[in-house]
C-alpha cells in the first residue's frame, strides 16, 4: 500500500513539472479576424486609424448617394464654403446689371444662381453665364467678378418680334423663331401674328417683303402658314388674301395695283386668289352675291319681256 502511494504521489509530481502539450494549430478559415489581427499587430496606429477613418468616410458617402442625398450635402457644403468666404471679406456687396430690358434685376440673378449666401470667391462666372444663356431672352450675357466684393453682368436681350399662334395657343417669338414666352401681356398686343406650323422660323423674310407695301402692311391682321409652304394674309376687314407659293412679289405687286387703281380693299369681297399667274379671282360675300344674282335675274327678265315684245 505505502509503495503504491508512493507510485502515485511520484506521477503527480511529475505532472505538475510536464510542459503542457502544444495545442492543435487552428484551420485558416476557423478565424475569419486573423487579417484584422495581423494589421493590428503589425501596422502602426496611425495607419489603422486613417484606415478607419476612409472606411467611414466611404460609408457615409455610399449612403448619401444611396439615399438620394447627393444634392442636399453638395448644397450644405456649398453655403459652408459661401459662409466662410464671407466672413473673411468676400460677400457680394454690390451688383451692377446693364442690357436688361425685358427681364428684372432680381430675375436675372435667380436665373444665374446668385443670391444673398454667394460669395464672390466662390462664384463661377463661366456656370452664371451659361445659365443666363440658357435663358430664351438673353442671347449673350458677361460676368466680372471684381474683387473683393463687385459683381457685374451685361446681358444682350433678344427683341419681342412677332406673335405666334400654333393649336390654338399665343406665344411671343424672337425673330429668329425663338420662343421667349408663352404669356403674352397687353405691352405685346401690338406686335404682328403669325399663324401655322413652321411659321415662327419663316415669318422674318416674309414680313418683311409685306413692309415693302405701306398700302397693305397696315392692314394685315395676320400672316397665316399655310402647309409649311406658302402664305395667306387676314385683313383687318376680315378680306383673304391668299398668295403663290413662288413668286410672292409679283403677287403683292399686282395686289397693290389692284388697291391703288380699284380701291379692292373696300368692296365687298371675301377673298382674293392670288395663286395663279395669270388670273385673279375674288370671292363676294354672301350679301354681295345675293345681289348680284338677283340682279343677273333681274336683267335677264327685262331680256326676255323686251324679246317677247
Not at 458617402?61 to 457644403?77: Q, S
Not at 436675372?108 to 449666401?117: F, M, Q, T
Request: glycine share 6%.
Amino acid at each position: 500500500m505505502a509503495a503504491g502511494a508512493a507510485l502515485s504521489a511520484a506521477a503527480l509530481v511529475a505532472q505538475a513539472f510536464r510542459r503542457p502539450p502544444a495545442l492543435a494549430r487552428p484551420a485558416r478559415h476557423d478565424h475569419p479576424g486573423r487579417i484584422v489581427a495581423l494589421v493590428e499587430r503589425y501596422a502602426p496606429r496611425r495607419a489603422v486609424l486613417t484606415m478607419t477613418l476612409v472606411l467611414v468616410c466611404s460609408s457615409a458617402a455610399f449612403g448619401v448617394v444611396k439615399g438620394g442625398h447627393l444634392d442636399e450635402v453638395a448644397a450644405a457644403l456649398s453655403d459652408a464654403r459661401n459662409a466662410a468666404a464671407n466672413v473673411a471679406g468676400f460677400r457680394i456687396a454690390s451688383v451692377a446689371i446693364d442690357g436688361s430690358r425685358q427681364l428684372s434685376h432680381d430675375e436675372i440673378l435667380a436665373i444665374g444662381g446668385v443670391n444673398g449666401r454667394s460669395s464672390l470667391l466662390f462664384l463661377d462666372a463661366a456656370t452664371v453665364r451659361d445659365r443666363l444663356k440658357a435663358n430664351p431672352w438673353i442671347a449673350d450675357a458677361t460676368v466680372l467678378k471684381l474683387y473683393p466684393g463687385h459683381l457685374r453682368i451685361d446681358v444682350t436681350e433678344r427683341k419681342a418680334f412677332a406673335l405666334w399662334q400654333r393649336d390654338g395657343q399665343l406665344a411671343v417669338i424672337a425673330d429668329d423663331g425663338a420662343v421667349l414666352d408663352s404669356y403674352v401681356t397687353r405691352r405685346f398686343a401690338t406686335l404682328p401674328l403669325v399663324v401655322g406650323h413652321g411659321a415662327e422660323t419663316h415669318a422674318r423674310d416674309f414680313l418683311a417683303l409685306v413692309a415693302r407695301y405701306p398700302t397693305l402692311r397696315p392692314r394685315v391682321k395676320a400672316a397665316v402658314y399655310v402647309g409649311e409652304r406658302r402664305w395667306n394674309l387676314r385683313l383687318d376687314n376680315g378680306l383673304d388674301i391668299r398668295l403663290p407659293e413662288h413668286d410672292v412679289s409679283r403677287a403683292l405687286d399686282k395686289l397693290a395695283r389692284l388697291e391703288r387703281d380699284q380701291h379692292l380693299f373696300s368692296r365687298d369681297i371675301t377673298v382674293v386668289d392670288l395663286r395663279l399667274s395669270d388670273r385673279v379671282t375674288v370671292r363676294l360675300s354672301e350679301e354681295a352675291a345675293k345681289a348680284r344674282f338677283d340682279a343677273l335675274d333681274k336683267d335677264k327678265k327685262a331680256k326676255r319681256k323686251a324679246g317677247n315684245a
